[in-house]
C-alpha cells in the first residue's frame, strides 16, 4: 500500500481556481484512496494508493487529474511524490536552510532540463542561490519567496514543464504526513 503526495498547480492562488480541501479530500477518497488528509491550503493531498488503482504515477495522476476537471470544473496540473520520492527529495536536498519559509523546492513532472538550466545566470541572482535535484530545484532565498527572481526564471528556462513549489517546511511535514 503506497503512500502518495498530490502536489495541485496553480490552485487557490489570489481567488482563483478554487479547490476547498474538503473537497479535495472528498474527491481523492471518491476514487476509493484512503487515508486522505490534506494540508494548508494550497493543494497538498496525502493518500494510501486503492489496491487496483491504475499503475504507476502516471497512470494515477491521469486518474487524479481527471476526477479534478470533473469536480471541479478546470484542469489542474497535478505533481505525485510517493513516500520513498518524497523522502528521496528531502534527503537530497544539497542546500543548506536557514529559514525554511524562505527555502523553496520546485517539484517537477519529469527531469529537469540540464541544458536549459545550465544557460541560467545563477550568479545575477545572488543572494539567492538554486540547486538540481533528480525531479526537484531547490532554492534558498533570503530575501523571502515574494521577493524572489531566480525561481521564475528557473521555471522559464524550463519551458512548459510542469513544476509545482513548497517552502521547506510544508515539504517536511508532507513527509511527516506520508509516515503517520
Known amino acids: 500500500m503506497t503512500r502518495w503526495i498530490a502536489l495541485l498547480r496553480g490552485v487557490n492562488v489570489g481567488g482563483r481556481r478554487k479547490v476547498p480541501m474538503a473537497e479535495l479530500r472528498e ?14 491550503q494550497s493543494g497538498n493531498a496525502v493518500f494510501t494508493q486503492r489496491d487496483g488503482a491504475p499503475g504507476g504515477e502516471d497512470g494515477l495522476r491521469a486518474e487524479l487529474e481527471s ?15 510517493d513516500a520513498a520520492g518524497m523522502r528521496a527529495a528531502v534527503q537530497a536536498n544539497p542546500l543548506p536552510v536557514g529559514d525554511p519559509s524562505r527555502f523553496l523546492v520546485l517539484f517537477l513532472r519529469g527531469e ?18 538554486m540547486a538540481v535535484g533528480a525531479r526537484e530545484l531547490y532554492f534558498d532565498l533570503p530575501d523571502g519567496l515574494g ?19 513548497r517552502n521547506w517546511r510544508t515539504v517536511l511535514r508532507l513527509l511527516e504526513m506520508t509516515e503517520e
Open 27 to 40: 474527491a481523492v477518497a471518491g476514487l476509493g484512496h484512503t487515508g486522505t488528509a490534506t494540508l494548508l
Open 112 to 129: 529537469p532540463d540540464a541544458a536549459a538550466l545550465s544557460r541560467l545566470d545563477t550568479a545575477a541572482y545572488a543572494p539567492e542561490a
Open 147 to 165: 521577493r524572489a527572481k531566480l525561481p521564475d526564471a528557473a521555471a522559464r528556462a524550463l519551458g512548459g514543464a510542469v513544476a509545482t513549489g
Open 67 to 81: 476526477a479534478l476537471a470533473e469536480r471541479f470544473g478546470f484542469a489542474v496540473d497535478t505533481v505525485l511524490r
